[in-house]
């Protein structure tokens, strides 16, 4: 479970792991749907972005453990990846702050780096890490 803290500490969370807010209402949608899998189609007309870019999203969310595919069928389906307690800690923060504060946490990610900028960095994070 996450420290308990101040309400900030969930901004951070957020701030650090998701890129952006279609990523973060994928996750969302994902995790209060669990155990249903979605497929790219369904979650792009929900997010409101084209399919291409939801595949591109749900990649991303893959790489950060945070969604897993949940069928290898056609269409592919995809559902919340539950690693741990403390993941699903983080989410139901996560989830609550984003009720409360849409327009504060949007805000927040619009003002991150590009992607392109923030994948460099992170490439750099993950060697650090395994050093």
Known sequence: MPESG????VYEYIFENID?????EAVILLWNSRPVGWTA?????RLYVP???TVEILKDLIRQQLVQQASSGQPARFSYLPRDEE????????????????VRISSMLHSKASP????????????????
């Open 6 to 9: 101040p309400q900030l500490d």
């Open 20 to 24: 952006s807010v279609p990523h973060l």
């Open 41 to 45: 189609e369904e979650l792009a007309s």
């Open 51 to 53: 399919t291409e870019r």
């Open 87 to 102: 993941q699903d800690e983080w989410m139901f923060r996560v989830d609550t702050a984003y009720r409360r504060e849409i």
């Open 116 to 131: 392109s900028v923030r994948e460099f960095a992170r490439a750099f994070r993950f060697k650090k890490d395994r050093d």
